[in-house]
């Protein structure tokens, strides 16, 4: 790099790490505020609650780069323009484009390395949080019980409506316990009071109920029902866990939990079963047709060709073997599974088109075939033709996402330059409030089109690519815009932009 070069990247630097290490730490803050109450409530180790907001960390550092990117990208180039250096470079003849150039890079290399974390660190720091948070819930489920709100105790059966609850002492008022774990009957019981907690072995709930009555019925005969007053009444709810397992997994993996190249597989695992449902559906009203004209039925079973994984995910499952970080089969294809088609079609032979026979003529009183597809069957493909393109729309929703999100960076440096060299004395109200303008935008247009591709109104690499594109053409024509001026003098700050948009405003109301 030349050494004008490497000043610009040195200048950005400083602004980059403090603008990251300020967001980041207003967001973990949150984080903390948000969760510490209900952690510190459960009697937790403080190391338990260090990893809790330890593996926050990596969602809120993706999310914070991007706009760590654009601050610092503001901050640089308006602090440059403000003490005349941008005036002195294109002075001795130095273009905005070449300004450019050394930003591009490192914003380019900025989201490589964004993509890397949100691809391979965020999915597993996600999973780990989720079952970590899954695990505390689990620990003194006293303390999540709500008031006024029925509450499902697992895995007895019961759910339980209290007026109040203390959840200090166990103590509960107003008591209502719906049993619906009787295969047979049902029954609730109402008590006046009671109290509830854990058994010396630690995993067992005991509930102590006071003044109370148990209304049980039979479904066998829902006519009579028995109701039973009691003073004292006990229940004992068995395995419910007071001890906190930090390696329990239920193995289960959302899609922000997941890689890339995981992800395509259920998108490539959807559309097989997409093509699949079609192909079964071809194949019964092929059969129906010649059932119905009486004609030899041909076919066999329905066949679709599983996609290949993307380019990407070959290379780095090669790389993966080489390295000795995947399996041996990793990147094969698993062998074709075979759907049969509905009816007795397999091994018959292709009947060619010249021996095909015209069909007798129906006479008056023949009875219909009565081995048509049945309308339960042809439902259940299109449902399924419904569910899995839906399933297939959803992850690829969150693989441009992915992507979209660690482009920012790039789109974000070439969005903070013409905007730093329009207003060059905009100081850190252009930092600021120009920040956080193109952050709104920016974030709420990629909610409307996570919303919009997850309906799949739009397709989903336009939903999630649309800001990015917007925002790219914008920069694009600002710098094209400010390297056709002269001189760094000629922008304000952003009282300027409020002047020139209330005087085009008035000048249209004065015309109109």
Not at 36 to 50: D, E, Q, R, T
Not at 243 to 268: F, K, S
Not at 364 to 371: D, E, K, S, V
């Amino acid at each position: 790099m030349r050494l004008l070069d490497r000043y610009l990247v040195r200048q950005f630097i400083s602004p980059l790490v403090f603008a990251f290490l300020a967001m980041t730490s207003i967001m973990l803050l949150n984080q903390v505020a948000r969760r510490f109450g209900a952690l510190v409530g459960k009697g937790l180790p403080w190391s338990v609650i260090g990893e809790v907001f330890l593996l926050c960390l990596p969602f809120i550092i993706a999310m914070t780069l991007p706009m760590a990117v654009l601050v610092a990208m503001l901050y640089t180039f308006s602090h440059l323009a403000a003490d005349s250096e941008i005036t002195a470079m294109r002075a001795s003849g130095l273009s905005v484009g070449q300004l450019v150039r050394p930003m591009v890079l490192v914003g380019v290399l900025i989201t490589a390395v964004n993509f890397w974390f949100t691809d391979q660190v965020l999915p597993e720091s996600n999973a780990r949080l989720r079952n970590l948070l899954i695990n505390i819930q689990r620990k003194k489920p006293t303390l999540e019980l709500r008031e006024q709100v029925i509450n499902e105790i697992p895995p007895s059966g019961l759910f339980l409506r209290a007026s109040r609850i203390d959840p200090t002492s166990g103590r509960l008022r107003s008591v209502t316990i719906y049993d619906m774990a009787g295969t047979d009957g049902r029954r609730v019981i109402y008590a006046d009071s009671g109290v509830m907690g854990f058994t010396e072995v630690g995993t067992d709930l005991q509930l102590k109920l006071f003044d109370g009555s148990v209304h049980a019925f039979r479904q066998s005969d829902p006519s009579l029902m028995q109701i039973t007053d009691f003073t004292t009444n006990t229940i004992r709810v068995r395995d419910v866990s007071n001890r906190l397992d930090l390696e329990a997994n239920d193995g289960v993996r959302g899609d922000r939990e997941m890689t890339t190249c995981e992800m395509m597989d259920v998108v490539g695992g959807a559309r097989y079963e997409v093509r699949l449902a079609e192909a079964r559906r071809r194949i019964s009203a092929d059969r129906d047709l010649r059932a119905l004209l009486v004609l030899p039925q041909t076919g066999g079973p329905a066949r679709a060709d599983r996609p290949q994984p993307p380019a990407y995910c070959r290379a780095f499952a090669a790389l993966g073997q080489r390295v000795g970080t995947a399996s041996g089969d990793s990147g094969t294809q698993s062998p074709e599974p075979v759907v049969p088609s509905y009816g007795e079609t397999d091994n018959v032979p292709q009947m060619p088109l010249a021996g095909v026979v015209l069909p007798p003529v129906r006479q008056p009183g023949m009875r219909l075939p009565t081995n048509l597809t049945s309308w339960a069957e042809v439902s259940a493909a299109r449902d399924e033709v419904k569910t899995s393109g839906g399933r297939a729309n959803q992850y690829l929703v969150e693989v441009h996402k992915k992507w979209a999100i660690s482009v920012a960076c790039l789109v974000f440096a070439l969005v903070g330059i013409p905007m730093a060299l329009r207003f060059p004395r905009g100081g850190m109200g252009l930092v600021i409030g120009g920040g956080l303008g193109v952050f709104a935008i920016y974030y709420v247009g990629l909610i409307a089109g996570e919303g919009l591709g997850n309906k799949n109104i739009v397709p989903p690499w336009l939903a999630m690519w649309a800001p990015n594109l917007i925002f790219v053409t914008v920069a694009i024509i600002g710098i094209i815009r400010v390297g056709r001026e002269s001189g760094s003098t000629r922008g304000g700050d952003l009282t300027e932009l409020w002047e020139n948009l209330t005087g085009r405003f008035r000048r249209q109301k004065a015309a109109a």
